[in-house]
């Protein structure tokens, strides 16, 4: 969105609702723009999630349509759909073949935006209302439209993840970073359609697709079209190993593990028969409403554990 | 004056009070060992100040109590199920088949087709 | 969102994060733990910026920094004397240009070397003056010590150097 874009956005926001509330067709808009636009910048993300905090550093550079990401130890080039992993091992791509269209909830709207400045240069500041709460606050650089600073809050209106960006600069530049030239053979192309058993929806969040997931499992990514996340699902087994010190926390009695990343929270449990992995950026109030309305953790007898390990 | 010992480094860093610095420079005047350890001092001082400054690694992160699943983890946590299902008798469940960096590249590969805050969507894919 | 008085976040983020790296490097010699503690070190402020009255802000930076370090000295349960940077290439990163880094890094050894030989209090003393810039008194809020303490400090870590140095 150009600057008369965003200044038509804030004119029609500030007209059309004076009392703050706006159209989520603004949001729409605004959330489409914040993902176009050439710039190189340099970021922070950070993460505070009850003890558990995360925080990494990033730099981004998109030109001409693409978007390259150094992240701590991987880079990734976006193109498209199409999603290019780099690291010390070389490149791998992968990407889907098909998916449902975007839809924003009706429950976000945006409030009244404020003229400000961030790192020198004219913005806006908007606040994202969830019903009468504030769930995030973005500035949004007034040239670009691209966000500098993002900020999302939980239930209770604390801070809990915090991106920003340090040093930012529009267009693109001279010295482009390498793109990758040649990719290793492990490119993935999944494919819609998988049976998933859980719920169309949970918690305002909307199942929009399933694929099948690796080693047999099924992946099932839900939407609300602000914040988002996949629940793997898989035959039942065994804490995995990388969960097994991550912090356990209960939700209706049943006892979950939660990984904390500057971006995404992992989250494990088991109910009888299957395990359960789900990982998204959905903020913690979200979470708990969302694994209230999946399928519950539990534990299942020993004969019957015995009878599977043998048999099943 | 006697010997002003650690004033000199503080007048050396303009730190000495302004009735210090006047009778330390009436000192210096007739002390040659006073001013050859401001000398030695200054040489020190100097030695450090000219340390290069290094410039921080762009990229970094803290895993506070995360700990971000890797290949080598999921790879061992594949190995450990096989081994537990090779013997039957050790009554543990093997390990749910989840390799967490295919789960978070199947993540992302979604993830992006859906616009989204920018800040955020960038290094979503790399925690 | 602008305020005068108390620095943003990304301000500290930006216009601090070179001195902690450097400052967390002259006392470990190590770049990684240089690396975590600038990330530790701006978590921190995070936190604490919202209930930072203006002040002496840098002194208030600093005493954080200082903290940050010395709990990850103790966590890790060891002095924070780690190996030189020719003894550890795999903490060299080279970043922009290789080998004009590395020739500038290799500049500095002895005198690094040295510095990781003087006591603790000494050492901290003299980078916070020389390679991050405080004055006294400010050092003397960081490490919660009279400026007398911070002066004699400088002082005989300056003279330990010069010892070490010829």
């Not at chain 1, 690796?214 to 602000?226: E, K």
């Not at chain 2, 978070?104 to 894919?125: E, F, K, M, N």
């Not at chain 3, 004009?100 to 000494?122: I, K, M, N, S, T």
């Not at chain 3, 919660?144 to 004699?152: N, W, Y």
């Given at each position: 969105?150009?600057?008369?874009?965003?200044?038509?956005?804030?004119?029609?926001?500030?007209?059309?609702?004076?009392?703050?509330?706006?159209?989520?067709?603004?949001?729409?808009?605004?959330?489409?723009?914040?993902?176009?636009?050439?710039?190189?910048?340099?970021?922070?993300?950070?993460?505070?999630?009850?003890?558990?905090?995360?925080?990494?550093?990033?730099?981004?550079?998109?030109?001409?349509?693409?978007?390259?990401?150094?992240?701590?130890?991987?880079?990734?080039?976006?193109?498209?759909?199409?999603?290019?992993?780099?690291?010390?091992?070389?490149?791998?791509?992968?990407?889907?073949?098909?998916?449902?269209?975007?839809?924003?909830?009706?429950?976000?709207?945006?409030?009244?935006?404020?003229?400000?400045?961030?790192?020198?240069?004219?913005?806006?500041?908007?606040?994202?209302?969830?019903?009468?709460?504030?769930?995030?606050?973005?500035?949004?650089?007034?040239?670009?439209?691209?966000?500098?600073?993002?900020?999302?809050?939980?239930?209770?209106?604390?801070l809990f993840r915090l991106a920003t960006l340090v040093e930012f600069s529009v267009g693109s530049r001279d010295d482009h970073p390498p793109m990758p030239t040649d990719f290793d053979a492990r490119s993935v192309m999944q494919s819609a359609g998988a049976a998933a058993h859980l719920p169309a929806s949970a918690a305002g969040y909307r199942r929009a697709d399933s694929y099948a997931a690796?080693?047999?499992?099924?992946?099932?990514?839900?939407?609300?079209?602000?914040?988002?996340f996949s629940v793997f699902e898989a035959k039942r087994g065994a804490i995995p190993v990388e969960f097994r010190q991550a912090t356990r926390f209960s939700v209706d009695g049943g006892v979950y593990r939660r990984i904390v990343s500057p971006t995404t929270v992992w989250v494990h449990w088991s109910s009888p028969d299957r395990s359960y992995v789900l990982v998204g950026d959905l903020p913690p109030d979200h979470l708990v409403a969302v694994l209230a309305e999946l399928p519950e953790p539990g534990e299942r007898g020993f004969f019957v554990r015995l009878w599977r390990r043998w048999f099943d | 004056?006697?010997?002003?010992?650690?004033?000199?480094?503080?007048?050396?860093?303009?730190?000495?009070?302004?009735?210090?610095?006047?009778?330390?420079?009436?000192?210096?005047?007739?002390?040659?060992?006073?001013?050859?350890?401001?000398?030695?001092?200054?040489?020190?001082?100097?030695?450090?100040?000219?340390?290069?400054?290094?410039?921080?690694?762009?990229?970094?992160?803290?895993?506070?109590?995360?700990?971000?699943?890797?290949?080598?983890?999921?790879?061992?946590?594949?190995?450990?199920?096989?081994?537990?299902?090779?013997?039957?008798?050790?009554?543990?469940?093997?390990?749910?088949?989840?390799?967490?960096?295919?789960?978070?590249?199947?993540?992302?590969?979604?993830?992006?087709?859906?616009?989204?805050?920018?800040?955020?969507?960038?290094?979503?894919?790399?925690? | 969102?602008?305020?005068?008085?108390?620095?943003?976040?990304?301000?500290?983020?930006?216009?601090?994060?070179?001195?902690?790296?450097?400052?967390?490097?002259?006392?470990?010699?190590?770049?990684?733990?240089?690396?975590?503690?600038?990330?530790?070190?701006?978590?921190?402020?995070?936190?604490?910026?919202?209930?930072?009255?203006?002040?002496?802000?840098?002194?208030?930076?600093?005493?954080?920094?200082?903290?940050?370090?010395?709990?990850?000295?103790?966590?890790?349960?060891?002095?924070?004397?780690?190996?030189?940077?020719?003894?550890?290439?795999?903490?060299?990163?080279?970043?922009?240009?290789?080998?004009?880094?590395?020739?500038?890094?290799?500049?500095?050894?002895?005198?690094?070397?040295?510095?990781?030989?003087?006591?603790?209090?000494?050492?901290?003393?003299?980078?916070?003056?020389?390679?991050?810039?405080?004055?006294?008194?400010?050092?003397?809020?960081?490490?919660?010590?009279?400026?007398?303490?911070?002066?004699?400090?400088?002082?005989?870590?300056?003279?330990?150097?010069?010892?070490?140095?010829?």
């Open positions: 969105m150009s600057r008369r874009g965003l200044t038509a956005l804030v004119v029609a926001v500030a007209v059309s609702l004076p009392l703050g509330a706006a159209a989520d067709d603004s949001l729409e808009e605004l959330m489409t723009n914040a993902g176009s636009g050439e710039f190189h910048a340099v970021g922070v993300v950070m993460c505070s999630w009850g003890a558990d905090s995360a925080a990494a550093t990033y730099e981004v550079e998109r030109s001409a349509g693409m978007s390259m990401v150094h992240g701590p130890d991987r880079d990734l080039m976006l193109s498209g759909s199409l999603v290019a992993v780099g690291s010390d091992s070389g490149w791998y791509a992968f990407e889907v073949a098909e998916w449902s269209s975007w839809t924003l909830s009706d429950r976000y709207s945006l409030g009244e935006p404020v003229a400000t400045s961030r790192l020198g240069r004219p913005a806006t500041a908007v606040t994202i209302l969830e019903g009468q709460r504030v769930r995030a606050r973005l500035v949004i650089d007034d040239e670009s439209t691209i966000p500098l600073v993002t900020e999302i809050f939980d239930g209770e209106g604390r690796p080693l047999g499992g099924v992946q099932s990514y839900y939407t609300d079209g602000l914040f988002s | 004056m006697s010997h002003p010992g650690d004033l000199l480094s503080a007048y050396l860093d303009g730190e000495a009070s302004p009735a210090d610095r006047r009778l330390m420079l009436e000192h210096l005047g007739g002390c040659s060992t006073c001013r050859d350890g401001l000398r030695a001092l200054e040489e020190a001082r100097d030695a450090v100040r000219s340390l290069p400054m290094l410039e921080p690694p762009r990229i970094g992160r803290i895993p506070a109590r995360a700990r971000r699943p890797s290949v080598a983890w999921a790879l061992s946590g594949v190995a450990a199920a096989v081994i537990a299902l090779g013997l039957a008798f050790v009554p543990d469940e093997p390990e749910a088949a989840f390799d967490f960096d295919m789960l978070r590249d199947q993540h992302t590969a979604r993830l992006v087709v859906d616009p989204g805050i920018s800040t955020l969507r960038g290094p979503a894919g790399a925690p | 969102m602008a305020d005068d008085a108390v620095p943003s976040w990304e301000e500290v983020a930006r216009d601090h994060g070179r001195k902690i790296y450097n400052f967390a490097y002259r006392l470990t010699g190590n770049r990684d733990d240089a690396g975590d503690l600038v990330q530790e070190v701006l978590l921190r402020v995070r936190k604490g910026l919202e209930g930072y009255r203006p002040g002496s802000f840098d002194g208030w930076l600093w005493r954080i920094t200082r903290n940050a370090f010395l709990d990850d000295v103790r966590r890790r349960k060891r002095r924070p004397s780690v190996p030189l940077p020719d003894d550890d290439p795999g903490g060299l990163a080279p970043s922009p240009s290789p080998d004009e880094e590395l020739a500038r890094v290799r500049l500095g050894e002895d005198v690094q070397r040295a510095l990781l030989q003087l006591p603790y209090d000494f050492r901290e003393a003299v980078v916070l003056c020389d390679v991050v810039g405080l004055t006294y008194e400010e050092i003397a809020e960081a490490a919660a010590i009279p400026v007398g303490t911070v002066r004699s400090r400088i002082h005989r870590g300056r003279k330990m150097l010069k010892e070490l140095l010829t």
